[in-house]
Structure formats: structure tokens, C-alpha cells
């Protein structure tokens, strides 16, 4: 399915070492239609999205280093619905090759941690400020589109599928048998838990923070 993996480390580390956390993370993702792989790594962060393609011919994936993607770098799981409207306000209208990254990219520019207040639709998006080594994550509005994080000391770890954070170092699985008392009870697992312990559902609404000198987050709307 389509989704954005990736890891924040606290201290830098070695690129290899990144790159295999990623490996590990999506090695069990089963992504049965044709889309595109895009990366990006470096000494703090490392990320894999995988998209939908237009190529109905279900071939395979079309792998793009984004180490040339402009600044920041911006990583988007879902669609915008007020594009078209963003686009003019931006100035960005008479250009018909952009995309809802690229709609994100300006607009965080612009406004910041405020362009939450200006996207409308179903998103995840990750936000990597290269030279400043500070990563962004923010949802949309009701969260529709899950994302699944795993905090330790030494990093952060998010993910579309919660399966693939049970991969990532140090992890010993075990069931979160609140989760498990509602997945039987109301059929589905309720607020941010998950079914699997220390692996939380990312919370609607909500902005974090990540840099080496450290982590923050707030909810930027309420119902």
C-alpha cells in the first residue's frame, strides 16, 4: 500500500546504518499495484514513500534518490483537496507541473509550522529542514490516513503499517491488551493505542518536532 516510512535519529549516525533501519522497516510491505519508491538519506534521518504510479501496467517500482528535491524536503502520504485554490494564492497556478509537495514545500516557506492552517484534505506529511537536521511530522484534521510512531531514546520511528515498527532495533513485541480488549469489544482499538505495546497511533491534528536538541509537539486544532 502506499505510505511514508522513515526514522529520526537524536545524535548523528552513519549513513549504512539508516539506510538499513529503512531496509529493515519495509522489507515486509507488500505493495500489490504499480507505484513509485522514493528515498532519502543522510546522518539523522532517512525516509521511504511509496506512491501510487500512473503506469497501469503493474510493473515494477520505479526507484528516485531525493537527495535533489529542493528545500526543505517534503514527504506527503495522501492528497490535498483545495490544490487548485493553494496554487493561486501562491502564485503558483500558471505552472501546471506542480504537486501537492510541491503546494506544501512553498507554503511552508512561507508561513512555517502555520501552513497546517492552509492545507485541507487527507495527509501525512514530513517535513526535513536538511541544514538545520530538524524534522517535522503533521496529519490532517481527523487523522484519517494512520500513521503508527515508536519513541525511544535514541530515536523516532514512524510508519504507515504499525507491523513495520516492530522491526526496528531494539523492539520486543508484545500485545497491548487494553488495545486487544477493544479491537473484541467495539471492533476497532480506540484513542492512539495500538495493538502491539510502545507502538502509538499518531493523534489527529497534531505537529512534532524532532532535532538534535530536541522533541516537541502540540495539537494545532480541536474539534
Sequence with gaps: MPGIYGCYFHSPTSRERVNDTLETMTRGIQVRHAHTRTCFVDEHFGLVNF?????RSGGPAESTDEADQPTPKVFMDGYLTNGQELAVRLGM???ESWCDEDLVRES???????????LSGLFNVCVYEQDSRRMKLFNCRSGARHLYLRHTDEMLAFATEAKALVHTDGYSVGIDRMALCDLFNFAYVSGTRSLFEGIELFSNATLIEVSPSGRRRHRYWEY
Design 51 to 55: 506512491r501510487f504510479s500512473n503506469d
Design 93 to 95: 497556478a500558471s505552472d
Design 108 to 118: 511552508y516557506r512561507n508561513r512555517g509550522d502555520e501552513v497546517v492552517d492552509e
